[in-house]
């Protein structure tokens, strides 16, 4: 069964650019998160979408959005790119179950510099 | 707010001791805690779980303990092998909410 896949897995934007990373999930899997993670802030949440509907958001700027397809592929967008955006974004999948007792699969990141 | 918090940023341990991670909460609603193992270059990796009606889970060398009146979480790793070596987050869950992570514990098993 293939894992969750995340594209890009690096990117270098400049300041006031928008960036679009893109996540598919384990197939079958309806839940999707979003994670940033910086060095020494361990892992804020982002948001978490379940069959195309936004359940759950983080403390994160509206410049922060995302959404999910009816395939459960997912997408966050970041707008007007800030210096401290650059971080690794971490998608996660899980099954209705799974979601219940908090257990994610997590893809590789995408590591985002904004210069 | 730091919901979850692990206070040591790292912890080195001689091969075959055993290392003990800690983490501790604030959030009383929270009803299932998770430990999370992070390689370079990788997503983090579920390790292990432990409900809050529980107070101890074990899964081969990895033990966790729940204290929910300290509002304390700790992993126990025995033996402690060079492959272990790994950040380790803890992470907490309310119901129908998200996963609350701590900052993480880089884990160094020196041969």
Known sequence: ?115 | DQQVKQNSPSLSVQEGRISILNCDYTNSMFDYFLWYKKYPAEGPTFLISISSIKDKNEDGRFTVFLNKSAKHLSLHIVPSQPGDSAVYFCAARAKARQLTFGSGTQLTVLP
Not at chain 1, 14 to 22: A, C, D, E, I, K
Request: charged letters at 15%; a positive charge.
């Open chain 1, 1 to 115: 069964k293939a894992g969750v896949t995340q594209t890009p897995r690096y990117l270098i934007k400049t300041r006031g650019q928008q960036v679009t990373l893109s996540c598919s999930p384990i197939s079958g899997h309806r839940s999707v998160s979003w994670y940033q993670q910086t060095p020494g802030q361990g892992l804020q949440f982002l948001f978490e979408y379940f069959s195309e509907t936004q359940r759950n958001k983080g403390n994160f700027p509206g410049r922060f959005s995302g959404r999910q397809f009816s395939n459960s592929r997912s997408e966050m967008n970041v707008s007007t790119l800030e210096l401290g955006d650059s971080a690794l974004y971490l998608c996660a999948s899980s099954s209705t179950a799974q979601r219940d007792t908090g257990e994610l699969f997590f893809g590789e990141g995408s590591r985002l510099t904004v210069l």
